[in-house]
């Protein structure tokens, strides 16, 4: 095995999950229907009609999972609540028993000496809400606090760390412009209206979730290494763009207080006529951070591009004149992204840069990889390629923490096996693979690897 990076003593090693990827039992115990529930059920909108009904069936496994957890020895589980098991309808009165497994989740995790952390909202939003006009419109910010208000209350005193949001870029803009996650919209103006009002919805959530008292809350960002195709003058305009569309949008906001100074030239007419912004919103939005939580996955290569869409009010999202080209010279996992850890640092350290003081304490909540695991004839699992990208990434960690970036913990995307959303169950991102004909879980080599630098980090 590859030697182990050193991390200093109370560094958090965990494993991350999402709800809709993982739990099944789609139509118990009073849970609603969520738009990933409507958008996988839609022909042709998934990789072989593949749906999150049953998934890992972990709502009925889960004593299992928290086993396999406990064996792996991580000192976290970051897991995510499914709204739609909360409030069918996304608003009302809580439905208990929706509440009751996450509690029994949560005890058995604390029984094992596992610390739970809880994401508020990982893309499942109940589908009576999206009816409503989903994240485009301020009400659907107004429930997500209600709920979040819901959640803490009944599990705060036992859950010490509290994430918002997952992701919101995927939840704005693959979900409302390019169409490629639930709801499944192409919309310009909707897209940015959903962004901001998850920024809102964040903000309210904080709310409640400073209001029960939670030792530490945050917000999750999938923020993009965005390196230009080369050095002329319009590939680097293409790289700012790109950088307002998946970065500042989320930081400038959150940790400075302020609207992108590049959204005008970024999105023209459709943020300088917009009216979903009100006095007020940037105070919420921006109220102390306990951590910024960072998923990271690859670097994107950025060259100029003309619009591709005629109509302005599609111009949003990756139509802003910009394209993704290949990265040369590199290993692609399954899922076709470069391989390139010191991109991870080079993140990092400009986040650090860029914000200084202002920059809360970091958690990774994800990182990991698709690879093309090889079942052998005695059933186990290699995959050396995912046991290489981790190591070479959590080597770039640590080079970002050594540079002065505080960093507190690391979540290996994924646990397990899952439904990866549009790719249905084609792609496999987990440490433990699970045979969905069977529900059988086989720890891989990357398992065994993790486990073994958790008790090398221990010891």
Known sequence: MSEFPAFPPGFVFGAATASYQIEGAAQEDGRGPSIWDTYSHTPGRTDGGDTGDVACDHYHRYPEDIALLRDLGVESYRFSIAW??????????????????????????????????????????????????????????????????????????????????????????????????????????????????????????????????VREAGITLNLDRNVPATESDADLAAVVRADTQHNLVWTEPILAGRYPATDEETWGELITAQDFRREGDLELISQPLDFLGINYYRPIVVAAAPYREADPALRVATDNRYTETEYPGVRRTAMGWPVVPESFTDLLTALKRTYGDALPPVHITENGSAEFDTVGPDGAVRDADRVSYLQSHLTALKAAMDAGVDVRGYYVWSLLDNFEWALGYAKRFGIIRVDYDTQERTPKDSYRWYQQLIAAHRS
């Open 84 to 213: 739609p098991r909360i409030q069918p309808d996304g608003s009302g009165p809580a439905n208990q028993k929706g509440l009751d497994f996450y509690s029994r989740l949560v005890d058995s995790l604390l029984e094992a000496g596992i610390e739970p952390a809880a994401t508020l909202y990982h893309w499942d939003l109940p589908q009576a809400l999206e009816d409503r006009g989903g994240w485009r419109v301020r009400e659907t910010a107004e429930r997500f606090g209600e709920y979040a208000s819901i959640v803490a209350e009944h599990l705060g005193d036992r859950v010490p760390r509290w994430i918002t949001l997952n992701e919101p870029w995927c939840s704005a803009f693959l979900g409302y412009s390019v169409g490629r996650h639930a709801p499944g919209a192409k919309e310009g103006t909707g897209a940015l209206a959903a962004a901001h009002h998850l920024l809102v919805g964040h903000g309210l959530a904080m709310n409640a979730l400073r209001a029960a008292g």
